[in-house]
């Protein structure tokens, strides 16, 4: 299956590289990775039609058994953001359910066998990808900025007066004091706590995702470097007979483990969005 | 690993992913959801008030029921005393009816029997007269001998 020119080391590198295009001749920014992005607009089009698809047709009446499905989904997080967030906001829900589903999809794509999709693409000519878009540090940004500017942008909206409301929290919490004098020694401390805290939110948000599905990614093609160059009279020689089953075994374990991996980190993202978002509605008194 | 324009590409999808979930999936779905647990609830209630109403109006059939009983017993009580007075008043018309049938063919038979008697006299009398007239060998002037004939016939 594997292209042996580089033996296990040039097999890994081969799936973490990202297949790019360059917008721009020689600029290391407007480089695209066209695999991540192909791959998440694809699963968002899935998520998207799957949905609409019964959202088009939904009724009061007796639900069908997708419509079932997705109501449960939709039910469990609404019941998670009406729990969380506090605040009065029509988007929260709906970016709740997008991140969910959405990242569970990306995440998804980890479970699919590593050299499947990428054997497929030598088929038509694209001879290296990565087929895990939530092991791209720039798709999991993307979604933690975005995230980001929502709660810069709610924070300046909902905390009054407009903006000033959102760096006079940035100065008077978390210490405060009645008296004013101290409290503008203690602004220093807070100014920069909040600086630290509001960068390592959206960083820490998309690392966390990239991290575990890196790791995880990288498992799989650890286990699958078991096998690697054999051919098939080595898998029915004893040697290469247990490799092939500790292969089988390590990536049926290491699968199964990772369904729950998968769900919970798109689970973990989506809580703390609702929570980041919560915390820009949040109207600190004055005091 | 460098961040590069997927970065923009992915931020503005996502924007665009949760915009489209905003407008056209989530209203559509959570509607449909909290619509049918209205309607649910809505249904819930209505068992509730049917099977209230349910028991008031077997309550009222109860109460009918025996208000109607009630009646019936009355109207059987006075239906068996209307009866007894009928029969005995039926019972009374028809005594006096058969007095008075009785009363009324005694005289009539009375009646036959004295108008009998007459018509017997009178033929008595005019046997006796024509017995009278054959002992006699002659004729006996009616006229002349009424008075003695009218003896006669008191006689007999």
Not at chain 1, 21 to 36: A, K, R
């Amino acid at each position: 299956m594997a292209s042996g020119e580089g033996g296990a080391g040039g097999y890994i590198e081969h799936h973490l590289v990202n297949h790019t295009t360059q917008l721009v001749e020689d600029n290391s920014f407007w480089t695209m990775n066209t695999d991540s992005v192909f791959y998440t607009i694809l699963l968002a089009i899935l998520y998207i039609w799957f949905f609409r698809r019964v959202a088009k047709k939904a009724s009061a009446g007796v639900p069908s058994r997708t419509q079932n499905f997705l109501e449960l989904i939709i039910g469990f997080i609404d019941a998670q953001v009406k729990d969380i967030f506090h605040g009065n906001s029509k988007v929260v829900a709906p970016l709740a359910l997008s991140i969910f589903i959405w990242v569970f999809l990306m995440n998804f794509m980890d479970l699919i066998p590593v050299d499947l999709l990428p054997w497929l693409g030598t088929l038509v000519g694209i001879d290296y990808m990565r087929v895990v878009p939530s092991t791209d540090l720039n798709i999991t940004f993307g979604l933690s900025f975005g995230v980001m500017l929502l709660v810069f942008y709610y924070s300046f909206t909902v905390k009054k007066p407009f903006a000033l409301g959102y760096f006079k929290e940035f100065a008077t919490h978390p210490f405060e004091s009645p008296n004013l004098l101290v409290q503008m020694i203690l602004a220093i401390p807070n100014i920069f706590l909040n600086i630290v805290e509001t960068v390592a939110k959206p960083v820490s948000l998309g690392l966390r995702l990239f991290g575990n599905m890196y790791a995880g990614e990288l498992i799989f093609i650890l286990i699958a470097v078991l096998t690697l160059n054999y051919g098939a009279a080595d898998l029915f020689s004893v040697g290469g007979g247990i490799m092939t089953v500790s292969q089988f075994l390590l990536a049926l374990v290491w699968a199964l483990f990772h369904i729950l991996i998968i769900t919970l980190q798109a689970y973990i993202f989506m809580m703390l969005s609702i929570v980041y978002l919560n915390m820009a509605h949040e109207q600190h008194d004055s005091h | 690993m460098n961040i590069n324009v997927t970065l923009v590409i992915q931020m503005v999808v996502f924007f665009a992913v949760i915009w489209f979930t905003m407008k056209y999936i989530w209203p559509q779905i959570l509607g449909a959801m909290e619509e049918r647990e209205k309607k649910i609830a809505d249904g819930l209630a209505a068992g509730d008030r049917a099977e209230k109403e349910l028991n008031q109006a077997k309550a009222k059939v109860e109460t009918l029921i025996t208000e109607a009983k009630e009646q019936a017993s009355h109207i059987k009580d006075q239906a068996t005393q209307m009866a007894t007075k009928i029969k005995d008043q039926a019972k009374s018309d028809a005594l006096a009816e058969k007095e008075r049938q009785l009363h009324a063919a005694k005289a009539e038979i009375e009646q036959e029997a004295n108008r009998a008697k007459e018509a017997l006299r009178q033929q008595v009398s005019a046997l006796a007269i024509a017995g009278t007239e054959q002992l006699l060998s002659k004729e006996v002037d009616a006229a002349k001998h009424a008075d003695l004939l009218d003896d006669l016939i008191k006689e007999i």
